[in-house]
């Protein structure tokens, strides 16, 4: 038997080993930064307002270390479901510290049509509504792992309505988004010319029946003179609730789940919060 000995590039090996490390480090680094089995950790949280208990949700991700943005998050009408604790553990995976706050109270968490009494309650009350805003975004503030000047607000429906208060309010936070909320404000309680310092971002249903064409030009006009660094986004076709599944899908009912809008309105979410905390 004869063997033969064919010449051998080694550069070849070189190459092989360079794109391992371009492949390897990457990934060595994340399981320094992300040990293995850590996972998004969530708890219950009481806490009172006014003589009120109140129960909320807290969520963050134990492989970020130190502190982080917070983001509090207001319910629709039907009270801290989990829908907003999904949303809370989708916002913990990104890495934030976040705080589904609870407005009506422990255990209260009502159905349509009592739903609806106990919205119409805060939203004829923008003080009250306020005030339980501000508890929940203390305890978010007073935790250990929140970057405290670093803070948003997002709300839906119901919920919507209220962190656009807190931007009235003018509130000691960085941003708000509101997704299908109502916009106008309670007499006596619009914002002030130039008081206004969280940047504004509001996801809106194009067909939405239940904020009208001049609801939305009077709060576009009402931010422009206070002074507001606002956004305001329109999804064709969609109406109320298009970012909740429970809406269902007959938009000709005023409220449906609207996929397309949903997908599209969080990405638009997660490019304004990195815009908000100086990450991109």
């Known amino acids: 038997m004869v063997w033969i000995l064919l010449p051998f590039d080694y550069s070849r090996i070189r190459l092989w080993f360079l794109d391992m490390k371009k492949l390897l480090l990457p990934l060595m680094y994340a399981a320094l930064q992300f040990p293995a089995g850590a996972e998004v950790v969530t708890n219950s ?23 982080r943005p917070g983001i509090l998050i207001i319910h629709q009408w039907t009270g801290l479901t989990d829908y907003e604790k999904m949303r809370a553990k989708m916002l913990a995976e990104l890495g934030y510290n976040v705080f589904a706050a609870d407005i009506y109270g422990k255990g209260i968490r ?14 004829s009350d923008r003080k009250l509504y306020r005030a339980r805003m501000m508890a929940g ?4 503030k ?4 929140t ?10 429906c119901f919920g919507g309505t209220g962190v656009l208060e807190l931007a ?12 299908h909320g109502g916009l106008a404000p309670a007499e006596g309680m619009e914002a002030k010319e130039g008081e206004i310092s969280p940047i504004v971002i509001c996801f809106h249903g ?16 009402e931010m422009t003179a206070a002074g507001a660094d606002w956004q305001f986004v329109s999804f064709s076709g969609a109406v109320h609730a298009f970012t909740q599944k429970m809406a269902g899908d007959d938009p000709s009912k005023g409220a449906a789940y609207d996929e397309k809008a949903d997908q599209r309105s969080w990405e638009y979410l997660k490019q304004f919060l990195d815009e908000a905390f100086g990450k991109s």
């Open 45 to 67: 949280v009481e806490y009172e307002h006014d003589g009120t208990t109140l129960e909320g949700f807290h969520a963050y991700d134990d492989r970020v270390e130190g502190k």
């Open 110 to 123: 009502p159905q349509p049509p009592e739903a609806g009494e106990y919205a119409g309650k805060y939203k």
């Open 137 to 140: 975004l203390d305890v978010l």
């Open 142 to 145: 007073s935790d250990e792992r």
């Open 147 to 156: 970057h405290a000047s670093h803070i948003a607000a997002i709300g839906y």
């Open 168 to 179: 009235r309010a003018n509130a000691e936070i960085t941003a708000v988004a509101s997704f």
């Open 206 to 221: 194009a067909i939405d029946p239940h904020v009208s064409p001049e609801e939305v030009d009077a709060f576009q006009k």
